[in-house]
């Protein structure tokens, strides 16, 4: 017998995938690291699926992207983009999303303070994300001017630094802003949205 509650967890974990390859596409290019709103799925797969599926539904992203389906920012797809300066975010996404699902359960019950709370561990989620950015395009920084050059330049916004200080900047402060304002709060807001259309259909099995 089929067992209908893992295989609607299946199609969503596939479909929150795909909405994280979409949201990759909703960016801009500043130089090596682009802006982008992948934190958008990547959270709300976790707050969605919880920590089980959300980490697999990143799994499956990463799978897509493997085959050469073009879900990486800028349409990029196949086995390289998980040997390039950013791969050390794309890789860590599984955890993030696990994170955000756990801190989820703990925190959630409608109410502002547990927004919040749910809010704060997906910030908390991302930490992964970030220094695993950070060290693997400060490895590439080492070896290639161009990258070292972008880093110096986009941290420039706040100041002098000495290489490793601007590489960090770099890679995680100047996009948290974007990230933690804008698509994890937009991530809150549809599973918010989303719990209680849920409700209203009775629908059971998920997260």
Known sequence: MVDSSRTLKMVLATSMAVFTGITAQLSFKIGVIPYTMQNLGVVLSGLLLGPYWGFISQIIYLILIAIGLQLGAGFKGGIAVF?????GYLLTFPIASALSGYFRRIFWDDSKRGYF???LGSVIAFIPVYLAGFAVFYRFATINPAYMKFAVNA????GSFDPLIAVFIATTVIYMPQDFIIDHVLAIAGYKYIR?????????GLA
């Not at 941290?155 to 706040?158: D, M, N, P, T």
């Not at 209680?196 to 059971?204: C, F």
């Open 155 to 158: 941290s420039s916004i706040l």
């Open 117 to 119: 709370l749910t809010w």
């Open 83 to 87: 040997f390039g300066p950013t791969a």
């Open 196 to 204: 209680e259309l849920i409700r209203q259909k009775n629908i059971r």
